[in-house]
């Protein structure tokens, strides 16, 4: 993005340096990452981050006018709801790809949304690892509005424990230590107090819930929620309370917002940094160009069930026809030079949403393969994750 910033990291880079730099992580954490960690950080240019920025905040402020124009028309399964919404999520992540514009800049295109937490504590903790084993050029930051790590890690607090005791507390997660983001967990617990939970260790006492430290039965009182409802449907490990009761919990965010904030509002998003989204069920007939659209399922996470490659007989054979969308696609601009051609990425925006929304930190996620996703750059390197550095 910045040829002789990229040139020197490129020229710099050792194996050796970055094995080490994994290994430090891995220690700490005192088990394997499970997810790959890209061999570079991306840095942006001034103008390409404004672009950024811009399209991240265009987007967030579409999500707040629709969420409050359009509270009641945003649909999820019935099976799904759980009481006690409230009027927001606490968390918001945009995701952009880096596609080519007109005039051969860069320029941000919407791909993804989520009302739900992304690796918040990791991706303070691989910015302090980063700059321990290479070297950043001055006046670069992963941090937006002013922020750094222990403000970041301050405001974090802030928002997610509150007036609460730490004890009280909890990350509610389907069996945390077998998640691929158990080190997002292991850091929340060291940088918040947070701890992790599994949700068959939660009692329940009419609508109350606890669990047990040391042997002590412990209120909870707030719950960070990570749980995906439609892997709890299909894991082993049951809740040993019931979602849907009127539980006297604060939930952080609420399990509604998973599905109200995604793919579900796509096609009511209209910007220059959004491709045409539409409801399948809303077509009166496909469009033309089929093969210049990927279909998505609403209700399914980390990319399952979307296809990329469709076809008319492919859209026929849909019964559930409201549950999916077609995306336009985009085509991702070649952006990171490495030793074995240009990787293409995307980009989370990671925004708080207290009394306002704040921008605060973002995931930078590297591609070599047809999509972005472990199961398209398997035996690729220099993909995986990592974090944008910006002036």
């Known amino acids: 993005m910045i040829p002789e910033i990229r040139e020197k990291f490129n020229s710099c880079f050792k194996q050796e340096n970055f094995n080490k730099f994994i290994n430090n992580i891995q220690k700490v954490i005192r088990r394997d990452i499970d997810f790959r960690i890209c061999e570079t950080p991306l840095f942006l240019d001034t103008k390409t981050t404004d672009s950024l920025i811009n399209a991240a905040n265009d987007i967030a402020d579409q999500v707040k006018q629709i969420i409050s124009d359009d509270f009641a028309d945003i649909k999820i399964p019935e099976k799904y709801i759980v009481p006690n919404e409230g009027k927001h999520p606490l968390f918001l992540q945009i995701d952009f790809a880096l596609t080519l514009g007109n005039s051969n800049d860069f320029l941000p295109q919407l791909i993804e949304l989520q009302g739900f937490p992304s690796l918040y504590n990791f991706q303070a ?105 439609d892997e709890l449907e299909t894991s082993p490990v049951k809740p040993s309370f019931n979602f849907y009761d009127d539980l006297n919990v604060e939930w952080l965010s609420h399990p509604n917002w998973f599905f109200k904030i995604s793919k579900n509002i796509l096609p009511m998003i209209r910007s220059k940094y959004s491709p045409q989204s539409i409801y399948l069920n809303e077509l009166n007939e496909y469009p033309e160009n089929l093969s210049e659209y990927v279909l998505k399922p609403l209700y399914s996470f980390a990319g399952s069930g979307v296809k990329i490659d469709i076809t008319k007989e492919l859209l026929d054979g849909i019964s559930n026809k409201q549950n999916y969308i077609l995306q336009k696609k985009v085509e991702y601009a070649p952006v990171i030079k490495t030793p074995d051609g240009y990787s293409k990425t995307e980009i989370r925006m990671m925004y708080l949403w207290k009394d306002k929304q704040i921008l605060v930190n973002n995931l930078l996620r590297v591609s070599k393969g047809k999509m972005i996703g472990v199961d398209y750059n398997k035996n690729k390197t220099w993909v995986g994750a990592n974090i944008v550095y910006h002036r």
């Open 125 to 229: 903790f691989i910015d302090q690892k980063i700059r321990e084993y290479f070297e950043i050029p001055s006046g670069f930051r992963s941090y937006f509005n002013d922020l750094n790590y222990n403000s970041y890690i301050e405001l974090l607090k802030t928002v997610m424990i509150g007036e609460h005791e730490p004890e009280n507390v909890i990350l509610l997660e389907i069996n945390p230590k077998g998640q691929k983001t158990w080190i997002d967990f292991f850091l929340a617990e060291k940088q918040l107090g947070i701890k992790s939970i599994c949700i068959s260790d939660v009692m329940q006492r009419g609508n109350n819930l606890f669990y047990k430290k040391d042997n002590i039965e412990v209120p909870i009182e707030r719950i960070y929620n990570r749980v995906i409802f």
